[in-house]
């Protein structure tokens, strides 16, 4: 798969010195230190502050079902027929002016968010964090979000027609509500979004090999979650080239290109923004925080099976808001976010 790029994601993604060019050419600032394209040549690395050794507690889940209210499904209509990136902003601008303001301060990671669409945390969590969170996942049932008649099965017993299997209950992962409060992404998502955030859902999935053709998320295309919305992905496998990496479009959050809503071919989009695709390869416990509004994919994995967690942040509630509600603290974070997994 990934050799029908060629060169677009190889110079991306091995070619350091013309990333570095490219970094010039664009003439907004130098580039960090390292390949910031890569996930495992940190940009902004900092300890994880996830303590290693705890064990991972089930949170006790106090709703299901919960559903988005009807003004969010009226506002999701309109927005999503917002396409203009700059019309999208100067609304959720707006909207952030008239909501509690958030904690953020300036930052690289920040500039590197408005003006890339994208910023890597290699190493967000340890190797110890990365197996406990792996084992609590395994335990919970998976279900096939686009074939929903396969009902619920176990990691080790994944219908075969399954390209990704979702795990309904991993807002129920104690941990992964430490991972979602982390100050570092609290602040990338407040100064992003000009105010507090809502924490709109925590997901967890496998992505299945054995398939030939790729099925909706694993074709590019943009989300219309919200009129401003960022995704932050942690891998809790490795993902080399052939395990379905998530593949991004630098700087398409921005762009006038390609605004319709629907699944785009590789050449439409090779065609369009030529080279400047990221594949984000990469070791379990790299992350990485994206504004999806940009053109992305889930690649099709040719072998193995990827699992990753997705925390989505949002200037308001989506209709994919959680459908779970679960008791468990914040921890502290009550003055960065607005949790809509938490009973408030
Ligand atoms: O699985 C992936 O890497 C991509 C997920 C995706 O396309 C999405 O969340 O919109």
């Not at 499904?73 to 902003?89: G, T």
């Not at 859902?201 to 074709?219: M, P, R, T, V």
């Amino acid at each position: 798969m990934v050799g029908e790029w060629g060169n677009s994601v190889r110079w991306c993604y091995r070619g350091r010195p013309r990333c570095h060019r490219r970094w010039r050419r664009c003439g907004k600032r130098r580039a960090p230190a390292g390949n910031h394209c890569r996930l495992n040549e940190p940009a902004y690395q900092r300890p994880s502050r996830v303590n290693s050794m705890r064990t991972v507690a089930q949170l006790q889940v106090l709703r299901e079902g919960v559903k988005p209210t009807i003004p969010t499904r009226a506002w999701h209509r309109i927005q999503e027929r917002i396409r203009h990136p700059a019309l999208r902003r100067g609304i959720a601008r707006f909207i952030a002016s008239v909501r509690p303001r958030g904690v953020s301060s300036a930052s690289p990671a920040l500039n590197e968010l408005f003006a890339r669409g994208i910023v890597t945390f290699p190493k967000f969590i340890s190797d110890e964090s990365v197996l406990e969170l792996r084992d609590a996942l395994k335990a919970l049932p998976c279900f096939d979000p686009w074939a929903k008649e396969l009902g619920e099965f176990s990691h080790e017993n994944i219908p075969s027609r399954t390209h990704v299997a979702q795990i309904r209950l991993a807002p129920c992962v104690g941990l992964l509500h430490d991972l979602a409060s982390d100050p570092r992404i609290l602040d990338l998502a407040a100064g992003y979004f000009g105010c507090r955030p809502y924490l709109d859902s925590i997901q967890a999935w496998w992505s299945l090999s054995g398939h030939d053709q790729a099925e909706e998320a694993e074709n590019f295309h943009r989300d219309n979650d919200s009129i401003r919305f960022l995704k932050f992905f942690i891998y809790l496998t490795d993902v080399g080239e052939v395990n379905g990496p998530h593949v991004y479009v630098a700087g398409s959050h921005t762009s006038g290109k390609l605004l319709e809503r629907r699944r785009l071919t590789d050449e439409e989009v090779r065609e369009a923004f030529g080279s400047d695709v990221l594949c984000m390869t990469g070791r379990a416990g790299d992350a990485f925080i994206e504004d999806t509004y940009g053109i992305h994919k889930g690649q099709l994995p040719m072998a193995g099976r990827r699992l990753l967690v997705q925390f989505r942040y949002s200037l308001t509630e989506t209709i994919f808001r959680s459908p779970v509600i679960v008791a468990g603290s914040l921890q502290n974070a009550t003055d960065a976010m607005i949790s809509l997994i938490h009973d408030r």
